[in-house]
């Protein structure tokens, strides 16, 4: 039985239990082609049995069968728009080689699994990392300095890595956050696709806006994979930047004994 395109679609965006209000429209096709007219008096009649008239009539699978349809042709189209194994197995090929061959053959699920991982940081909140702060640090307002937390990144210019390890300091206000929760902020922007000078920035402003110390500095070193494996080769180079905020700015001492401690190699 054909539905006509309008009625049809009506009644795929409707919830079951939305048959009623379709029920009150004062006309309806019925499976012999004919219109009619429902009756107001005929309406409450109609919708309290509503299912059973559908199922009888036979339209109910109808509409399940067209239903099911359309989410299919919806799944698919869903399916082209996501990036897939396939495009990666296109990317192989692009790359001149065989995506069926046996060395090849798992690599597009596991390029796949690993590139989730190395984005990983935009599903993490810096606020929820650094919600949680331990008291008793009133009367602790000395430099805290944790060093040699690791990096790795990607640079957004050439989807290729760039690693290191990155230095954070900052002087508490009556707050002091777990020396884990620094490690977890800076995966939180480096599993994403960066570039050195904006992830330092980005890791200084999340702890000075949701910790409010002080002062805060960053220093990261970097070696990056795009600059030192092609162009002017300079293996081991380190990119080096840094983010000073609040008192870091305006302190001297301050700013020196941060400094002096991030540039000690571990
Ligand atoms: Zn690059």
Redesign the pocket.
């Known amino acids: 039985m054909a539905l006509r395109w309008g009625m049809a679609r009506r009644v795929l965006s409707c919830a079951q239990q939305e048959w009623q209000c379709l029920l009150f429209q004062p006309r309806m096709e019925r499976p012999h082609g004919t219109w009619i007219n429902v009756q107001p008096a005929r309406r409450a009649d109609l919708a309290r049995n509503a299912d059973a008239a559908f199922e009888r009539s036979g339209w109910l699978q109808d509409v399940h069968a067209t239903r099911t349809l359309f989410q299919k042709r919806r799944d698919h189209i869903m399916d082209e728009n996501n990036f897939s194994e396939k495009d990666w197995r296109r990317l192989l090929r692009h790359l001149g080689e065989d995506p069926s061959r046996q060395g090849l053959r798992d690599t597009p699920a596991r390029v796949d699994k690993a590139w989730r991982d190395w984005t990983s940081g935009y599903d993490k909140d810096p606020a929820e990392i650094l919600k949680v702060f331990e008291d008793g640090a009133e009367q602790y307002n000395e430099l805290i300095v944790v060093r040699g937390i690791p990096v790795y990144s990607h ?1 957004e ?2 989807l ?1 890595p760039f690693f290191g390890t990155a230095t954070v300091g900052y002087t508490p206000n009556g707050k002091i956050v777990g020396l884990s929760k620094l490690t977890r902020l800076v995966e939180c922007f480096s599993k994403r696709l960066q570039v050195q000078e904006r992830l330092t920035i980005q890791i200084a402003e999340a702890l000075m806006t949701h910790v409010q110390p002080l002062s805060v500095g960053v220093v990261i070193r970097c070696r ?1 994979m ?2 030192e494996s092609r162009g002017i080769q300079t293996p081991g180079e380190e990119t080096v930047t840094s983010a000073l905020l609040g008192e870091m700015r305006t302190n001297l001492g301050l700013r020196t004994e941060f400094l002096s401690l991030a540039r000690e190699k571990d």
Request: proline residues 0%.
């Open positions: 640079c210019h050439h290729a990056h795009c600059m």
